[in-house]
Antibody, heavy 116, light 106 residues
Framework: QVQLVQSGAEVKKPGASVKVSCKAS????????IHWVRQVPGQGLEWMGR????????SSAQKFQGRVTMTGDTSISTAYMDLSRLTSDDTAVYYC?????????WGQGTLVTVSS | SYELTQPPSVSVSPGQTASITCSGD??????TCWYQQKPGQSPVLVIY???KRPSGIPERFSGSNSGNTATLTISGTQAMDEADYYC?????????FGGGTKVTVL
């Protein structure tokens, strides 16, 4: 079955960077975009951006431009999201999701906690 | 930037129909999809392309989209349907989510 498995929880200090991985299985990795969505505790879903694993092309929400880097390694069917210059406002669960027009399925989420 | 507006909460009695709205400028001209999220879980797609149900999603979930409003309808609501629901569309190359609606089954 199609599955996305993300890396484990992270604790980071303000100003640091975090890199979250998302390993895909059950389908051809290069056939679909991978999106990144975050959810601050108790709040709604916020789209961060997407990557085309085939071309490596990316697009991101204006809010994160300059701070988010999305990459993919087709040899191991894994996408990565790197977020830099972290602040406490970046404490959230980060999800990857497969999709073109709609997102399905989603990874299990990775909690990133930013604390001094 | 494009915005989607959802009511914060909807209450429904078991067995009744819940309707969750999602409003946006000329939303009917765009495809909308819906996600269900239960506490501590990842979102799950329940409706895509306005009206289509992914395999495994019960028939009691249906969708519509016209004018400025998309609607997710849950017919014969069950206790297991208690969750947050998010609508989603596209604005150019950007994904847009609604703020979410908490459905409570009383």
């Amino acid at each position: 079955q199609v599955q996305l498995v993300q890396s484990g929880a992270e604790v980071k200090k303000p100003g640091a960077s975090v890199k979250v991985s998302c390993k895909a299985s059950g389908y051809t990795f290069t056939d679909y975009y991978i999106h990144w969505v975050r959810q601050v505790p108790g709040q709604g879903l916020e789209w961060m951006g997407r990557i085309n694993p085939n071309s490596g092309g990316t697009s991101s929400a204006q809010k994160f431009q300059g701070r988010v880097t999305m990459t993919g390694d087709t040899s191991i069917s894994t996408a990565y999201m790197d977020l830099s210059r972290l602040t406490s406002d970046d404490t959230a669960v980060y999800y990857c999701a497969r999709g073109d027009s709609w997102l399905d399925p989603w990874g299990q989420g990775t909690l990133v906690t930013v604390s001094s | 930037s494009y915005e989607l507006t959802q009511p914060p909460s909807v209450s429904v009695s078991p067995g009744q129909t819940a309707s969750i709205t999602c409003s946006g400028d000329k939303l009917g001209d765009r495809y909308t999809c819906w996600y269900q999220q239960k506490p501590g879980q990842s979102p799950v797609l329940v409706i895509y392309q306005d009206t289509k149900r992914p395999s495994g999603i019960p028939e009691r979930f249906s969708g519509s989209n016209s004018g400025n409003t998309a609607t997710l309808t849950i017919s014969g609501t069950q206790a297991m349907d208690e969750a947050d629901y998010y609508c989603q569309t596209w604005d150019g190359s950007t994904v847009v989510f609604g703020g979410g609606t908490k459905v409570t089954v009383l």
